[in-house]
Nanobody, 116 residues
Framework: QVQLVESGGGLVQPGGSLRLSCAAS????????IGWFRQAPGKEREGVSCIRSSGGSTYYADSVKGRFTISRDNAKNTVYLQMNSLKPEDTAIYYC?????????WGQGTQVTVSS
């Protein structure tokens, strides 16, 4: 059974940093592309970043480019999202997902709040 668990969210001041983790069980993340998404109150879920499978390339939404970095730790079967220079508009619930064939799996999300 595939499970994704996000962690690392919290309250941070503008300009601060957080590192989100997406830990998996039931699947070897290195074999698949992993995405980070976010959903702010009253808004649709949007894609933030993606890392392709083994040694693959990365993608960032324009709104986070240069501030966020996605990476893998295969030994821990975990994907990270390092978020620097955070802005109030980054406030959202952040989710990771993996697509395996026709099935898409999501974690429960982790809340990120950027506020002074």
């Amino acid at each position: 059974q595939v499970q994704l668990v996000e962690s690392g969210g919290g309250l941070v001041q503008p300009g601060g940093s957080l590192r989100l983790s997406c830990a998996a069980s039931g699947v070897t993340l290195d074999y698949y592309a992993i995405g980070w998404f976010r959903q702010a109150p009253g808004k649709e879920r949007e894609g933030v970043s993606c890392i392709r499978s083994s040694g693959g390339s990365t993608y960032y939404a324009d709104s986070v480019k240069g501030r966020f970095t996605i990476s893998r730790d295969n030994a821990k079967n975990t994907v990270y999202l390092q978020m620097n220079s955070l802005k109030p508009e980054d406030t959202a619930i952040y989710y990771c997902n993996v697509r395996i064939g026709s099935a898409v799996y999501w974690g429960q999300g982790t809340q990120v709040t950027v506020s002074s």
